[in-house]
């Protein structure tokens, strides 16, 4: 759970940016996103083999 403490002379929509920000940083969107389908470890591996590749490619 996220909490976000608001101090005395902030605004509510400081305080809210300061939660959709760290909100967003947690990923916990993505999270359950990952989750929502289930992904062999092996093909989990293979993406991560061809996504490296791409990025020595690209970047390297």
């Known amino acids: 759970m996220i909490?976000?403490?608001v101090k005395a002379?902030?605004?509510i929509d400081r305080a809210l940016k300061r939660y959709k920000r760290k909100?967003?940083?947690i990923g916990v969107i993505?999270?359950?996103?990952?989750?929502k389908h289930?992904?062999?470890p092996s093909v989990e591996r293979r993406m991560e083999i061809l996504s490296a590749k791409y990025?020595?490619?690209k970047f390297g």
Do not use: Q, V
């Open 55 to 57: 990025r020595a490619e």
């Open 30 to 35: 993505k999270e359950l996103r990952r989750r």
């Open 23 to 25: 909100h967003r940083n």
């Open 3 to 5: 909490i976000i403490d």
């Open 38 to 40: 289930f992904t062999k």
């Open 9 to 11: 002379e902030e605004s």
